[in-house]
C-alpha cells in the first residue's frame, strides 16, 4: 500500500459500509419504476424484481470474493487492473466514472422536479442550476472536511429512505387487507422474451450503484471481511423492499404501468392526498441521501487512479488536515453539476445499465483468475467459483445483447477514450 493510501483515515465500519451500499443502490428510480415494469410485464413484474436480484447477487458473489483479496483503495478499478492487466484497469475504471457521475445528475434533476412542486419558483432555468450548485456543493463541502461526516450523512438518509419504502409497503398491505374494494385484478400477461430483458435491464440500473461503495476501501475498518458482508447483506435487503413495493403497486393501483408517478399514485389510494405529498418528500429525501453516498464514496475512483500512476498526481492529493482527496472531491462535483445542468434522466439510466454490465462481466472473469494466484489470500470464497463466473457472465452478456445503437456508440467511445488513456500513461 503506497502513502497516500496510509495517510486515509479507517472509520467506516461493516455496518456503515452496508449502509453506504444501501443509499448507493436505492435511488430515485424506485419512484418510478413500478410504473415502467408493470406497463411491460402486468402482474409477473414483482417476479421479474426477484429474478433480477438473484442474477445481480450471483455478480455479488463473484464480487465478494474479488474484493475480500484486498484492502486498498481503487474498488472494481483496482480489482481489474490487478487482475486482468492495467488496460482492463482503466477501462473498468472509466465506465464506472462515467456512470457515477451521469446517475447522479440524474438523481439531481429530479430532485429539482420535485422539489419544484413545493417551490415553483425553481421551475425556472435560473433557480433549478441555483439549487443544483446549493445542492451538490454543500454536500462536496461535508465530504471535504472529513469522512466521518459523509458517513454519518450517509447513515441517517439511508434510515430515512428504507423507513420511508418499509411505510409505503406496510400501509399498502394493510389498506389491503382491511379495505377489500381497494384490490385490483392482478393480471398475468404472455410476455415476450423482449418484454422480460428490458425489464431487467431496467432492474440492473436500480439495482446498481454498490459498486461505487467499493471505492472506500482505503477508508473501511476490516474491508477484506466487511466487505463482502455489506454488499451480500445491502443487496438482499434491497431486493426484498424493491420485491415488496412492486407488488404493493400492481395490487393497489389500477393500469399501474400507465402512470409515471406509480407510488405517489398508489399512496393517494389509500391514504389520500397526504399520501401523495408524502412520496413526493420521499423522492427528494432518496434523492438526497443518494447523492451523498455518491459524493463519499465516488471521488475515491479518480483518486484511486491518481495512486496507481494512471491519472494526474494531483488527483492523489489528501487534504492536510481533513485527510480526504479534496481535489478529487471537487472534481467530481463539478462534473456532476455539469451533467445534471445538461443532461437527462433517459440518458443517464441506459448509460448507467449498460456500463455496469460490462464491468460486472470483468469481476466474474476475474474469479478463476484470481483463484489461480498465490500471491493474495481470500477472506471470502464461493463455494463453486466456476458455476458462479459462468452464470455472471452469461446473465451479463445475455443482457448487453439488448443495447441499441446509442447505447453501443457511448460503450465504444468509453473503450477509445480508455484506451488512449492506456497510450498515455504506458509510456
Known amino acids: 500500500m503506497t502513502q497516500s493510501s496510509r495517510a486515509l483515515v479507517r472509520t467506516i465500519g461493516r455496518w456503515s459500509l452496508t449502509a453506504l451500499m444501501v443509499n448507493s443502490i436505492v435511488g430515485v428510480s424506485i419512484f418510478k419504476l413500478p410504473g415502467d415494469l408493470a406497463a411491460r410485464l402486468g402482474g409477473l413484474s414483482p417476479v421479474s424484481c426477484l429474478g433480477a436480484g438473484a442474477g445481480i ?30 488496460f482492463a484497469g482503466l477501462l473498468v475504471a472509466w465506465l464506472t466514472w462515467l456512470t457515477r457521475i451521469a446517475a447522479p445528475a440524474a438523481a439531481a434533476n429530479l430532485f429539482c422536479t420535485y422539489a419544484a412542486q413545493f417551490f415553483p419558483a425553481l421551475e425556472t432555468r435560473r433557480g433549478e442550476l441555483l439549487l443544483l450548485g446549493v445542492l451538490i456543493g454543500h454536500l462536496a463541502l461535508l465530504n471535504y472536511i472529513g469522512v466521518k461526516t459523509g458517513k454519518i450523512v450517509s447513515n441517517f438518509f439511508t434510515a430515512i429512505k428504507v423507513g420511508f419504502l418499509l411505510f409505503f409497503v406496510m400501509a399498502a398491505l394493510v389498506a389491503l387487507t382491511i379495505k377489500p374494494e381497494l384490490r385490483v385484478a392482478i393480471v398475468f400477461p404472455a410476455a415476450s422474451a423482449k418484454s422480460w430483458f428490458q425489464a431487467m435491464l431496467l432492474l440492473v440500473y436500480a439495482y446498481g450503484g454498490f459498486e461505487g461503495a467499493l471505492f472506500v476501501g482505503g477508508e473501511t475498518t476490516n474491508p477484506k471481511r466487511d466487505t463482502p458482508i455489506a454488499l451480500l447483506t445491502a443487496l438482499g435487503v434491497v431486493c426484498v423492499i424493491y420485491t415488496a413495493v412492486q407488488f404493493a403497486v400492481v395490487a393497489i393501483l389500477p393500469d399501474a404501468g400507465a402512470s409515471t408517478r406509480p407510488l405517489a399514485d398508489a399512496a393517494q389510494r389509500f ?21 451523498s453516498a455518491n459524493l463519499l464514496h465516488a471521488p475515491r475512483i479518480t483518486f484511486a487512479l491518481a495512486e496507481q500512476g494512471d491519472f494526474p498526481a494531483f488527483l492523489g492529493a489528501v487534504h492536510p488536515r481533513y485527510r480526504t482527496p479534496h ?47 498465490s500471491d493474495r489470500q481470500a477472506h471470502f470464497v464461493l463455494p463453486w467459483p466456476y458455476l458462479f463466473a459462468g452464470l455472471g457472465l452469461i446473465f451479463s452478456l445475455l443482457l448487453l445483447t439488448q443495447m441499441g445503437k446509442g447505447e453501443f456508440v457511448i460503450v465504444g467511445t468509453t473503450c477509445v477514450v480508455a484506451f488512449v488513456n492506456w497510450l498515455v500513461v504506458r509510456r
Open 327 to 373: 481535489v478529487s472531491i471537487f472534481v467530481y462535483a463539478v462534473l456532476v453539476f455539469v451533467f445534471a445542468a445538461l443532461g437527462n434522466f433517459e440518458w443517464n439510466a441506459i448509460l448507467s445499465a449498460v456500463s455496469r454490465l460490462t464491468v460486472y462481466g470483468a469481476m466474474a472473469l476475474a474469479v478463476p483468475l484470481l483463484r489461480r494466484r
Open 57 to 86: 447477487l450471483i455478480i455479488a458473489g463473484c464480487i465478494a470474493e474479488v474484493s475480500s483479496y484486498y484492502e486498498e483503495t481503487g474498488g472494481l478499478y483496482l480489482y481489474a487492473r490487478d487482475t486482468l492487466g492495467r
Open 271 to 291: 391514504l389520500g392526498p397526504a399520501g401523495g405529498i408524502a412520496i413526493a418528500l420521499a423522492a427528494l429525501v432518496s434523492a438526497y441521501g443518494y447523492l
